[in-house]
């Protein structure tokens, strides 16, 4: 009989916890405050929508890699000038950059990667070490130094800047033969843009630059420009169309659904402007429930 009570309590909780389960769900969505609250919406609807916004996402299937005619432009480019590469994020200017490296590396010469970011920085440093080898790739960070005379060093721009100007205090060369600036819009940047100039002005026209950059307008301007700084031609390769991988945004909402961010048309979403216009009804509006006046 005791077994048997045990068990009757034991189903009573268990539908206890689902009905607190459910309590709670439909609480976090009567906690959100008003302006969150999106519009009704049917199951189907939703399940539609969620499945549409997910669709295409995942791994695709494996295939033999083949370059893009761009790439194989910069490369043969690199032979003779320094490259501006304009194409945008996915789309595989890293692979010009790496490839480069690994001919310099089998042909016993010496290579730069810069990037703007500590966290850019380590993962490229994760990826080339794993690509040639950790034998062969250095970092030097503010935070990092490791492995500072290998053939390949991976590292923030004002390092590579500093060690141009310790260069020029010391009249010893920098060991590089090519110099990859990735993010090399950040040039554009009010407060950092000056330690991209004086890397570019400072490099001596031995050492081959690589440009890469995903969101550079005036390329063609940009290039001039560093053709009359270094005196060394520079070329502009660029990728047409539109990124390979393709940006999907969405909202995920107290009600644990994901709104799209934009509708069909590419227009903004109706329930998100709905909802902005509710919060801004929430602000005019205080606790008495009278609008403010201005």
């Given at each position: 009989?005791?077994?048997?009570?045990d068990k009757?309590?034991?189903d009573?909780?268990?539908?206890?916890d689902?009905?607190?389960?459910?309590?709670?769900?439909?609480?976090?969505?009567?906690?959100?405050?008003?302006?969150?609250?999106p519009?009704?919406?049917?199951?189907?609807?939703?399940?539609r929508?969620?499945?549409?916004?997910?669709?295409?996402?995942?791994?695709?299937?494996?295939?033999?890699?083949?370059?893009?005619?761009?790439?194989?432009?910069?490369?043969?480019?690199?032979?003779?000038?320094?490259v501006?590469?304009?194409?945008?994020?996915?789309?595989?200017?890293?692979?010009?950059?790496?490839?480069?490296?690994?001919?310099?590396?089998?042909?016993?010469?010496?290579?730069?990667y810069?990037?703007?970011?500590?966290?850019?920085?380590?993962?490229?440093?994760?990826?080339?070490?794993?690509?040639?080898?950790?034998?062969?790739?250095?970092?030097?960070?503010?935070?990092?130094?490791?492995?500072?005379?290998?053939?390949?060093?991976?590292?923030?721009?004002?390092?590579?800047?500093?060690?141009?100007?310790?260069?020029?205090?010391?009249?010893?060369?920098?060991?590089?033969?090519?110099?990859?600036?990735?993010?090399?819009?950040?040039?554009?940047?009010?407060?950092?843009?000056?330690?991209?100039?004086?890397?570019?002005?400072?490099?001596?026209?031995?050492?081959?630059?690589?440009?890469?950059?995903?969101?550079?307008?005036?390329?063609?301007?940009?290039?001039?420009?560093?053709?009359?700084?270094r005196?060394?031609?520079?070329?502009?390769?660029?990728?047409?169309?539109?990124?390979?991988?393709p940006?999907?945004?969405?909202?995920?909402?107290?009600?644990?659904r994901?709104?799209?961010?934009l509708?069909?048309?590419g227009?903004l979403?109706p329930?998100?402007?709905?909802?902005?216009?509710?919060?801004?009804?929430?602000?005019?509006?205080?606790?008495?429930?009278?609008?403010?006046?201005?």
């Open positions: 009989m005791r077994r048997g009570h009757g309590t034991r009573k909780t268990r539908r206890g689902r009905r607190k389960g459910k309590r709670t769900n439909a609480a976090l969505h009567q906690s959100a405050p008003e302006s969150l609250r519009a009704p919406l049917g199951l189907a609807a939703q399940t929508e969620a499945r549409k916004l997910l669709e295409g996402i995942g791994t695709p299937p494996a295939a033999p890699f083949k370059p893009d005619p761009f790439q194989l432009e910069a490369l043969a480019a690199l032979e003779f000038a320094d501006l590469v304009t194409a945008p994020t996915g789309s595989g200017k890293t692979w010009i950059a790496r490839e480069e490296i690994r001919r310099l590396i089998g042909a016993a010469k010496r290579a730069w810069t990037s703007p970011l500590k966290a850019l920085t380590n993962s490229k440093y994760q990826e080339f070490s794993a690509e040639f080898g950790a034998e062969r790739v250095g970092i030097l960070t503010g935070d990092r130094k490791e492995n500072p005379d290998a053939p390949l060093i991976v590292g923030t721009t004002e390092i590579y800047r500093n060690q141009l100007f310790d260069s020029l205090r010391s009249g010893h060369d920098v060991r590089a033969d090519l110099v990859v600036l990735d993010e090399a819009h950040y040039l554009a940047d009010e407060d950092r843009g000056h330690v991209w100039e004086e890397a570019i002005i400072l490099s001596p026209p031995r050492i081959r630059l690589l440009l890469l950059s995903a969101t550079i307008g005036n390329a063609d301007e940009f290039a001039r420009w560093i053709e009359e700084v005196g060394v031609r520079c070329g502009v390769v660029t990728r047409p169309g539109d990124r390979p991988v940006l999907k945004a969405a909202l995920l909402l107290p009600d644990q994901l709104l799209p961010l509708n069909d048309t227009r979403n329930e998100i402007v709905a909802m902005g216009d509710r919060a801004r009804e929430e602000r005019l509006t205080p606790l008495g429930g009278h609008r403010r006046r201005f």
